[in-house]
């Protein structure tokens, strides 16, 4: 990654419509850069980074469509998605994803001395990840560290409970790992009490910084594969989602971009 204070800050993003979801066309150098300057300017916001599966919740649920499509920057976490957007003729420059972006936003933080919070996974799983990111950027402050329970949202209570802590620890980065859609509805209200962080909803990129979950190696990240590393993984909690929902998803989502294109 290039050093962020020799590299001009991005303009506002060219957002590329990938079925009913708006990306942004930037690398993950350029979402750092740009979450370093709103920061630095005192101005929060939220970063979703939609896969498939996020896609098609979306495409059913014009809320949840709407809880993504405002967020400040929508980044491509699914190789999909980027093979969509070249269909279309408006490619977007690479494939940025959460599992990523905790640890290159973690540099920026661990660099200008901003305190991040990790919130999400099985116990002792955030705490494992805090220990593993400062072991590599030891100026990193973790400010905190929470695993709520499952059911932390299914009382107003519970999910204030949450919440308080975080307000509590006054932390200007927060990477949210509890999946799509309950991270990111939380992360929205929290926006309101802390306006001045951003927020990262990450999903399993808690677990794989803590090195409980195991990543796929980085050519098949590259190549579109790592949903089936997941799955070999997983298999008892993917495959319903993988098989049966997503890859079908996916394959109309791709012919109907690469139809588009056609009668362009």
């Given amino acids: 990654m290039h050093d962020p204070a020799q590299v001009p800050v991005p303009a506002a993003g060219r957002r590329v419509q990938v079925g009913l979801v708006g ?32 896609c098609r919740a979306a495409a059913k649920d014009p ?3 709407e809880l993504v499509c405002t967020a400040e920057l929508v980044v491509t976490d699914g190789m999909p998605l980027v093979w969509a957007a070249r269909l279309l003729g408006t490619p ?4 940025v994803t959460g599992a990523d972006l905790i640890w290159s936003l973690s540099k920026l933080a661990a660099r200008r001395g901003w305190p991040v919070y990790l919130l999400g996974g099985p116990p002792g799983v955030g705490r494992k990840a ?4 400062t072991s590599c950027h030891p ?7 929470q695993a709520p329970p499952y059911d932390f949202d299914a009382t107003p209570e519970g999910s204030a409970r949450v919440r308080r802590k975080v307000v509590a620890a006054r932390p200007r980065l927060v990477f949210v790992g509890l999946g799509f859609p309950r991270q990111d509805r939380l992360i929205a209200d929290l926006r309101e009490e802390l306006p001045e962080a ?14 409980t979950v195991s990543r796929a190696p980085g050519w ?9 590393f997941r799955l070999v993984c997983e298999p008892g909690r993917l495959a319903r989602r993988y098989l049966v929902d997503d ?12 139809a588009g294109r056609v009668r362009r």
Avoid: H
């Avoid at 100026?139 to 560290?145: A, D, F, M, S, T």
């Avoid at 951003?198 to 090195?211: D, L, R, S």
């Avoid at 890859?247 to 690469?258: G, I, N, S």
């Fill in 92 to 95: 977007v420059p690479e494939r």
């Fill in 139 to 145: 100026r990193l402050k973790v400010c905190g560290v």
């Fill in 23 to 54: 990306v942004d066309a930037l690398t993950e150098d350029e979402v750092v850069r740009r979450v370093e300057a709103e920061l630095e300017a005192g101005r929060g916001g939220r970063i979703i980074t939609p896969n498939i599966d996020i």
């Fill in 247 to 258: 890859l079908p998803f996916a394959v109309r989502l791709l012919a109907t971009c690469l």
């Fill in 220 to 228: 098949m990240r590259r190549t579109g594969l790592e949903w089936a």
């Fill in 130 to 133: 805090a220990d593993e990111l």
């Fill in 63 to 65: 809320a949840l469509r």
């Fill in 198 to 211: 951003w927020f990262v909803g990450c999903g399993a990129a808690i677990a794989f910084a803590a090195g």
